[in-house]
């Protein structure tokens, strides 16, 4: 008679929700396949984006060196017109003094009259 009660109360109770368990667990079961194969298509387009991203990283990069290189070239040349002008402004400096007795006027103290 007690078996008979809980025969019947695991037929009437626990074997219905077992089968609404079993029926989540499947539809989960799917949700989470669609789920994992939506991020692998997300990845795999991610994965495609990135590629041209990086051709794109390095052009700037091989601008960013050749921009670098024609400045120091830049500021190598100032330099040396710098140095040509430095040079030629010495000279026209020694050039007057000599023509001048000795004194050069563009460094001599003012004369007041």
């Not at 794109?56 to 601008?63: E, L, M």
């Amino acid at each position: 008679m007690l078996m008979g009660v809980l025969q019947r109360f695991f037929q009437d109770v626990v074997v219905p929700e077992l089968k609404q368990i079993r029926a989540e667990n499947a539809k989960i079961k799917t949700t989470l396949q669609l789920t994992n194969k939506r991020l692998d298509d997300i990845n795999v387009h991610l994965a495609d984006q990135s590629r041209p991203i990086d051709e794109t990283n390095k052009r700037i990069d091989a601008v960013h060196v050749d921009l670098i290189h024609r400045i120091d070239e830049t500021n190598n040349r100032l330099n040396r017109l710098y140095e040509v002008i430095f040079r030629r402004d010495e000279h026209e400096g020694l050039a007057q003094r000599d023509t001048n007795g000795g004194t050069c006027r563009r460094h001599s103290p003012p004369r007041h009259n």
